[in-house]
């Protein structure tokens, strides 16, 4: 079934141990949507993404990708993982293979391509992210932004459909994030589906199509960024903006 | 006679066994450890393989860890020169009397074995290995077996490559104990000799030597092929693609990815 409708998440709930941290989330996730993920450090947005990729099982509740349930037991959990790329924060590029390589590994083995199709579409996707100079490089050979580029265009080679971006900026040097957040920007704009845990305050104001605010594992606050940002309706989201934002400055 | 005298008595009567024991002990050493090596990564992989929602499956793999876990402490806590006699003994034992041939059971013997130390070494190494390597693989659809082979072993082998250098030193020595069975590798032929030719002493010390050169060689022969494995970080920008000529080479510093 192909709706408009790419997530739909329903009483989802994970637990470590005795742990909840995520408590009854809901939430829906059109196509062409980019969502941002805001909140405190520990409120469970990693987390969140974690079992949406399904690199964490989730305790309780269900997640429809086009309304197939993507915990149950006969779901083919290797297809639907390149149909929704993941980018994380350490970037996790695989340090045995060139910027080339790593764009074509998951085509090859996963999708069953020919070498020769799964280099073409890594060089296209390299080139959208500005990294086709470096195809034949090794990732510690790059910067910090130009891995994570890398790590955009290898989700993207698998013509994925969502990429979920896990703090994709957080572990760069100030002056790389800029070029990343270009990516993304492109990419939001492009029609892609995504969505991204950020501490970017103004990503998620002026590229997002809604934010969403988690507080202690629960979504505290979903809305457009225009009343998230200006005329939040949880004191915890004021609080929480107050907060980041005045140490920005 | 002097010891000189001596050495050379043996040296000529007794080279050519020598060398042959030399040809022997290396190729045990040399096939053991290679044999030994990939029992130790298939070890590992199975080891890794994830919980199974599947009950059966999750049982299944319980057993193969505990069978796994045996043959590496058994091998590791008792003496090869104990397991060459109950391997070799207990084959004729069952076959009632008939032998294995010699060579086949030496490799035998030695890669079982240092498929158990190995085993130990790749799980250090695939512990190592960052987990974010793992996810990234599976975040791509990857299985466990194509992570393994593409990703993460790949990675272990040159983490470990000192160790597996170390291992086939350390086989080079410990192949002696298997003339225990019969096998003429270098200690064997020295054996004979000695009683050839009743120099003990000098027929040992040659060997002591052959050993030695054998060892230190082969040792810095290995760290050199690590050396050059550890890799060039030169690299290729691709300048342009309608001048494919228009390539500017890099040349990175040496640097460990860690
Ligand atoms: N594998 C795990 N085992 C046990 N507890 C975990 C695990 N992963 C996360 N947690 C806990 O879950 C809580 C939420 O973690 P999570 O990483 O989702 O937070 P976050 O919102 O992404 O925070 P940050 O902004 O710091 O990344 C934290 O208290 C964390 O300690
Ligand atoms: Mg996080």
Known sequence: ?????????????????????????NMTVSKGEVVSIIGASGSGKST?????????????????????????????????????????????????????????????????????EAKDVALEYLEKVGMSEFVNAKPRQLSGGQKQRVAIARSLSMNCEVILFDEPTSALDPEMVGEVLLVMKNLAESGLTMLVVTHEMQFAKDVSSRVVFMDDGVIAEDDSPEVIFNEPKNPRTREFLYRVLNKDI | MSFFESMSKVWRIGAKQLFLGVGNTLLIALVSTVIGLIIGLIIGVIRTIPKSRNKFVAF??????????????????????????????????????????????????????????????????????????????????????????????????????????????????????????????????ATVLSKMTYEIFATYAIICVMYFILTFTITRLLRLAEKL????????????????????HVRGEERRAD
């Not at chain 1, 997530?7 to 470590?16: A, D, S």
């Not at chain 2, 490559?161 to 003429?184: M, Q, R």
């Not at chain 2, 290729?236 to 494919?244: E, H, K, V």
Request: aromatic letters at 10%; glycine letters at 6%.
């Open chain 1, 48 to 116: 969140l993404l974690r079992c949406l990729n399904l690199l964490e099982t989730p305790t309780d509740g269900e997640i429809l990708y086009h309304g197939d349930n993507v915990l149950e037991k006969n779901f083919d959990i290797r297809s639907y993982r390149t149909k929704v790329g993941m980018v994380f924060q350490q970037f996790n590029l695989f340090n045995n293979m060139s910027v080339l390589k790593n764009c074509m590994i998951g085509q090859q083995k996963v999708l069953k391509r020919s070498a020769q």
């Open chain 1, 1 to 25: 079934m192909q709706t408009d409708t790419v997530f739909e998440i329903n009483h989802l709930v994970k637990n470590f141990g005795d742990h909840q941290v995520l408590k009854d989330i």
């Open chain 2, 229 to 248: 494995l550890e890799g060039k970080s030169n690299y290729t920008i691709m300048g342009s693609q309608s001048d494919p000529k228009a390539e500017i």
């Open chain 2, 60 to 189: 299944l793999r319980k057993i193969l860890n505990f069978i796994l876990s045996a043959y590496v402490e058994v091998f590791r806590g008792t003496p090869m020169m104990v397991q060459a006699m109950v391997i070799y003994w207990g084959y004729a034992f069952a076959a009632g009397g008939k032998t294995l041939p010699l060579i086949p059971s030496a490799i035998f013997i030695v890669s079982i074995n240092t498929g158990a130390y190995m085993a130990e070494i790749v799980r250090g190494g695939i512990i190592s290995i960052d987990k974010g390597q793992f996810e990234a693989a599976q975040s791509i659809g990857m299985n466990h077996f194509q992570t393994m082979v593409h990703v993460v072993i790949p990675q272990v082998l040159r983490n470990i490559l000192p160790s597996i250098s170390n291992e086939f030193v350390i086989n080079i020595k410990d192949t002696s104990v298997l003339n225990v069975i019969g096998v003429a590798e270098l200690f064997y032929q």
